[in-house]
């Protein structure tokens, strides 16, 4: 995995799963590649709040207003 691609996994599990905490170990087949960078975009700009998943898709549940908004 490259150095973006962490960082990338680590913002969405911080956005998507709620995660506060770290300890990154190298490995392999990682779920955290299956969503787009879209979908992390249109999160991060409306909230930085953990967002949810359910029968629509992702969407955020915070009042916060987001890095790009």
Do not use: P
Not at 8 to 13: D, E, G, K, N, P
Not at 27 to 50: P, V, W, Y
């Amino acid at each position: 995995m490259k150095r973006d691609d962490a960082i990338r996994s680590l913002i969405i599990s911080y956005k998507l799963l709620g995660t506060r905490e770290w300890f990154v170990i190298h490995h392999s087949d990682c779920g955290m590649e299956t969503f787009t960078d879209q979908t992390i975009r249109n999160l991060l700009a409306s909230s930085l709040k953990t967002a949810k998943l359910d029968e629509n898709g992702w969407h955020d549940i915070g009042e916060q207003q987001g890095v790009g908004g």
